[in-house]
């Protein structure tokens, strides 16, 4: 399966009762959380961390993909354009 292809699958279940403010809310919510890993990382097992972040991480993708649903977003344009755009800060960076 093609990441397009599992994104549309997740977008086509997206819950149809949230709103876009509680869709916010629950990507700050797991943010938050991914903070709190991020600074106890040293004191929690390798293997649960690992597990727990990437967990997590799919979480956040799962949140965006409805986000994307609701908003209409097209986000290989989304994200292309904002490839372009750090492309070119990062080369103007390095060549100044």
């Known amino acids: 399966m093609h990441f397009e292809d599992l994104w549309n699958k997740c977008e086509s279940i997206s819950d149809k009762e949230s709103s876009?403010?509680?869709?916010?809310k629950n990507l700050e919510?797991?943010?938050a959380f991914l903070k709190a890993l991020l600074l106890k990382k040293e004191s929690i097992d390798e293997s649960e961390y690992a597990s727990a972040?990437?967990?997590l991480f799919g979480e956040v993708l799962f949140s965006l993909t409805?986000?994307?649903f609701y908003e209409?977003?097209?986000?290989f344009k989304s994200l292309n354009e904002s490839y372009n755009f750090q492309n070119i800060?990062?080369?103007n960076d390095k060549y100044k």
């Open 53 to 55: 972040v990437n967990k």
């Open 20 to 24: 876009t403010d509680d869709l916010v």
């Open 72 to 75: 209409n977003i097209n986000v």
């Open 29 to 31: 919510m797991k943010f």
């Open 89 to 91: 800060n990062n080369l």
């Open 66 to 68: 409805q986000l994307s």
